[in-house]
């Protein structure tokens, strides 16, 4: 079973997968929108620019009030911060990964400096007779 938490997470990726989406919220960060004012800088008609906002709206990510024929967009960044979350987590466990790595290389090279050869892996070893 999925539960909430995961696919409001989902929407949010799914809706920042976009680059138009993307600059969109972007473009709310300035403040408040009108549909045609963030359909404007691309190639599309009202009715795309609505399917990319409906798709904003689903993620949670921006609220939509309709002034009579208008409707003016504002940005809710809160859903972005279960994605940074998310992110952190994975950076983390990248950060410990690579902090094992360098201490690993440093090992190795304080080994050659000091003349001493690195253990072959895997090989046999031989007896001195």
């Not at 994605?83 to 690579?98: D, K, P, Q, S, V």
């Amino acid at each position: 079973m999925v539960d909430k938490d995961s696919q409001r997470l989902d929407a949010v990726f799914r809706a920042l997968s976009d680059p138009t989406r993307r600059a969109m919220l972007r473009d709310l960060a300035g403040g408040p929108r009108t549909v045609g004012e963030l359909a404007a800088p691309f190639e599309i008609s009202l009715a795309g620019a609505s399917k990319h906002v409906q798709a904003l709206e689903r993620a949670g990510l921006i609220e939509r009030e309709i002034q009579g024929r208008m409707h003016v967009c504002r940005l809710d960044a809160r859903p972005l911060h279960a994605g940074a979350e998310w992110i952190r987590h994975y950076e983390r466990f990248w950060t410990g990964r690579l902090d094992a790595l360098e201490a690993l290389l440093r090992a190795e090279d304080a080994r050659k400096a000091a003349g001493k050869p690195a253990p072959a892996k895997g090989a046999p070893r031989r007896k001195k007779p």
